[in-house]
């Protein structure tokens, strides 16, 4: 039924076992409940944070006069997609991206379409479930790569992200992870746009042409969700 289209999955399982937490974030935990054996079905109790592994987050996150995940449309949770391959540059952990990044995407592969996900490849994939992947400094401090706030303020100034969009990354988050002001998050979810967060194959998705899906529990006054995130790119993508 997709014809020429296929889909990826771009989330990690969810495990306890294996998922980094956000310094502070709650504890993620499985309790089996029932099983089979004793009670004819399987069943467990999850306990998790809204922003534990991979997940979504709405504008209500950092501005409390913006929508929830309850208040979001569902059209939201579907938008173009485009990929920015920093994988070089993301070896410094430090690393803001820049305007002049996005340029030089632009001048690749065009124009960046209006309302998409913009979604970071750091590489940071990689480190999951593992301390390298927090990264803390003796202070705790994490550092991971993320959008620079001048790259942000451009991407939002030009309607390239719109009133509907995204920034993605397969880090913890889409700010420089040393700025524990959060300021590229809070001038993007100004207005509808959301976060999609610790994402995974990330080398599957193509630079432009795919959609992403955003799925996950809408929970009222939600600020967020761990989320099951889908790409639909074209089969020669």
Request: glycine share 10%; hydrophobic share 40%; charged share 20%.
């Amino acid at each position: 039924m997709l014809g020429d289209y296929r889909v990826v999955n771009l989330s990690h399982v969810n495990d306890p076992a294996r998922t980094s937490l956000f310094p502070g974030d709650p504890e993620f935990t499985m309790t089996t409940v029932a099983t089979v054996a004793e009670d004819g079905y399987h069943l467990r109790l999850l306990q998790q944070g809204e922003h534990t592994g991979t997940h979504w987050g709405a504008p209500a996150h950092f501005n409390a006069d913006q929508p929830a995940a309850d208040e979001l449309d569902t059209a939201d949770l579907f938008l173009p997609a485009v990929k920015i391959d920093v994988r070089d540059r993301a070896v410094d952990p430090d690393y803001a991206v820049t305007v002049a990044d996005l340029l030089a995407w632009e001048a690749v592969h065009g124009r960046i379409p209006p309302e998409s996900a913009v979604v970071l490849h750091t590489g940071w994939e990689d480190r999951w479930g593992t301390p390298a992947f927090a990264n803390l400094d003796a202070d705790g401090c994490p550092h991971q790569p993320g959008f620079g706030v001048p790259a942000v303020e451009w991407l939002l100034d030009t309607g390239r992200l719109g009133r509907r969009g995204a920034l993605g990354t397969d880090t913890f988050g889409p700010d420089v992870a040393t700025d524990s002001a959060y300021t590229a998050s809070k001038l993007l979810y100004r207005e509808h746009r959301i976060s999609l967060e610790v994402l995974a194959n990330l080398a599957e998705l193509p630079p432009t042409g795919a959609w992403v899906l955003v799925g996950g529990t809408v929970n009222r006054g939600g600020s967020g969700s761990p989320a099951s995130v889908y790409a639909l790119m074209p089969k020669d993508g």
